[in-house]
């Protein structure tokens, strides 16, 4: 997946959390679920915020999904946001 396309999942993904108060935790899903595609897409997290309309600061919330990613599995639910 380009980088292009990440960031605009990844702000897709946060305004899905916005009704819900849910905008980082849905930051933190992101990470989870396209860790191995931020790894390849050649932009770092904060480059991926910038481009999605985030605050660049939301970087570290990108970075606590990817860390994530090892040690946890996608329930069907998640999988679909």
Do not use: Q
């Not at 904060?46 to 605050?55: D, F, N, Q």
């Amino acid at each position: 997946m380009r980088a292009e396309e990440l960031a605009k999942e990844l702000h897709r993904m946060y305004e899905s959390g916005r009704g819900k108060n849910l905008m980082v935790t849905m930051i933190h899903l992101f990470g989870i679920k396209y860790a191995d595609e931020i790894e390849l897409c050649g932009a770092t997290p904060t480059e991926l915020c910038r481009m999605a309309g985030l605050r660049e600061s939301f970087n570290a919330e990108v970075s606590k999904g990817r860390r994530l990613a090892s040690f946890v599995e996608l329930k069907p639910r998640a999988a679909r946001l």
